[in-house]
């Protein structure tokens, strides 16, 4: 894409990696299926109130991660974030 463009059609632009703010919850969502990471404190209180270590969700259905890792390799996005998949982090 040349200048004159770009100028024009600024969100045409490539992208190579992510804005800081946003590089935690997609790391999150691409490793663990969600935003916020379900920490030990929180695990151990679901345990002592009766309920099951982690919630029912992407936390106990690893296919649900893959899946949304599948999703993530297929449109490409692991190359325009620079997702490395060995350290399951962005390349900065």
Known sequence: MSEKEIRLY???KKIRGLPPAFRSPTRGIISYGHV??????????RV???L???PPTAYEVK????EIQKIV????LDVKITWDWKRKRMRY
């Open 48 to 50: 002592k109130i009766g």
């Open 63 to 66: 296919q649900a991660v893959e």
């Open 52 to 54: 099951s270590k982690t």
């Open 10 to 12: 600024p969100l045409r």
């Open 36 to 45: 916020p990471r379900l920490s030990g404190f929180l695990q151990r209180t």
């Open 73 to 76: 390799k297929e449109t490409g």
